[in-house]
């Protein structure tokens, strides 16, 4: 049990897309086998990695920056329920209204309760994580409520009936000739003649996304921040569509996890410096949007928060674990990780993907439901080299295999092993009796194959230490 503002609050399981088992092992197999996959993957992230690589070396002070957003965020989370009061207080003295979500099942219902209040059938996105995180999109159809996304790569997958492989660029496994086709086939106002010409695929959705903006009476968003002084919310993106939604529509919904917040204007200043250049490799974003409340005459006359919890307070009372809430979304760990990038999200079987997503799905749902992805990592290290607030990923992985260990019921082939090995060990006999033992038996025996593997298992000497010294000492 863990608290939300003095309220019980339990760690969802299975919510949304974050379904738990022991399948990415199976999944990584067979993500390593499509060829096109892997070529899509291997030139995405290695031009990401790139233009990050060069804005970053422009800045003088890149570790100093970093070093203050961690810091920031673990001061933020050291006062999270304070910071969300006063988040609240500030949004609707300025005209918003807050609601609380405990979890995925009631941030879904208030949602859809507020887009019938509004007297729509149909709602415009800006990409939000944290709806993809309670499969709000199903929701609001098992309601009769049509949900667009209108950034590119969400449309891709939208009209593709796929699922986003990567926090920043959800199509990042798609090439340009797959959507060409994607298009033709499920845009019914798409050219005839549509070509995979970056700029023509462009404007073929910008068209179809223009009626949807006009028409639209209701529009959902995430946050990539919100300021608690002040009560502004903060989106970034690069397309313009956000703008779009944020601005026309009648009715503002915003679903932002609890760990969004920052406690000043002035912190904002560190992140916006740190997540362009970590993650689309820009100096800054192309639209940085920022709205307080509601503005009479000027932008949507209603606007409504929902602060979402669905396990953030869980993952907060781990002390080994609660730095998994200070990610910015910039996906800087995604493009370098050797395992993302040759596998790609769809493996993880989680919103969260990446070495992100190995350390925050098992958090939200409990380790057990997620037990595979903390496996799901080489632990290099580069993650922790990338991420903007330098969240140490490695560390966070090896806590949760234990944990994922610990919670296990009955004990395990390894445990069994490593009891029997320190049995062994623990007498100078038995390990001599082990030792000419395994001098006996073939170096893939039954019970090693799952051992060797992955794994080198040198062939024995053929004389032990203590026999040679015994030869040499007569």
């Not at 993907?353 to 580069?382: F, K, R």
């Amino acid at each position: 049990m863990s608290t939300f503002l003095g309220m019980p609050t339990v760690a969802p399981r299975g919510v949304g897309h974050l379904r738990g088992d022991e399948s990415f092992p199976k999944a990584a197999r067979a993500a390593l086998g499509n060829e096109q996959l892997r070529r899509n993957l291997g030139h995405a992230t290695r031009t990401i990695r790139a233009k990050r690589a060069a804005v970053v070396a422009e800045v003088p002070d890149w570790e100093e920056l970093r070093r203050a957003g961690e810091a920031l965020k673990a001061a933020t989370m050291a006062r999270l329920p304070e910071l969300l009061a006063e988040l609240e207080e500030r949004v609707a003295a300025a005209g918003g209204t807050v609601h609380w979500a405990r979890d995925a099942n009631e941030a879904n219902r208030i949602v859809t309760g507020l887009v019938r209040a509004a007297g729509a059938d149909e709602v415009v996105k800006v990409k939000s994580m944290a709806t993809q995180e309670i499969g709000l999109n199903e929701a609001l159809a098992a309601e009769g409520i049509a949900a667009w996304e209108t950034d590119l790569a969400e449309l891709i997958v939208q009209l593709g009936h796929d699922k986003p492989s990567h926090i920043l660029v959800p199509a990042i496994h798609r090439n340009r000739t797959e959507i060409r086709d994607i298009f033709l086939r499920e845009m019914p106002d798409a050219p005839p003649d549509l070509t995979d010409d970056p700029r023509r695929l462009a404007m073929a959705a910008r068209e179809h996304l223009r009626r949807k903006f006009l028409s639209a009476k209701v529009a959902v968003s995430g946050a990539n921040f919100a300021v608690a002084e002040t009560g502004t919310l903060a989106v970034v993106e690069s397309e313009g569509n956000g703008r779009m939604c944020l601005t026309l529509p009648r009715t503002l919904i915003t679903v932002m996890g609890i760990e969004k917040v920052v406690p000043t204007w002035t912190d904002l200043e560190v992140f916006l410096q740190l997540l362009p250049r970590s993650s689309t490799g820009e100096r800054m974003n192309p639209y940085t949007s920022l709205w307080t409340g509601v503005t009479p005459g000027d932008g949507p006359q209603e606007f409504h928060l929902v602060l979402l919890d669905n396990g953030r307070t869980a993952v907060l009372a781990d002390e080994a674990g609660r730095s998994a809430l200070h990610c910015i979304r910039c996906s800087a760990c995604l493009n370098v990780c050797p395992v993302y990038e040759r596998t790609g999200g769809h493996a993880y079987g989680s919103v969260y993907p990446g070495p992100i997503g190995a350390v925050l799905s098992p958090q939200l749902t409990g380790v057990e439901d997620n037990a595979s992805l903390p496996y799901a990592s080489s632990l290099c290290g580069a993650c922790f080299d990338a991420c903007p607030v330098r969240i140490d990923i490695p560390s966070m992985l090896v806590h949760l295999r234990t944990k994922h260990v610990e919670e296990r019921k009955g004990p395990s082939p390894e445990a069994i092993s490593m009891a029997a090995a320190s049995w062994v060990m623990a007498r100078p006999g038995r390990f001599r009796g082990a030792e000419r033992l395994r001098r006996l038996l073939p170096l893939a025996a039954p019970f090693a194959r799952g051992w060797t593997a992955s794994r080198d298992l040198p062939e024995p000497p053929a004389q032990t230490f203590r026999e040679w010294w015994r030869t040499r000492n007569g």
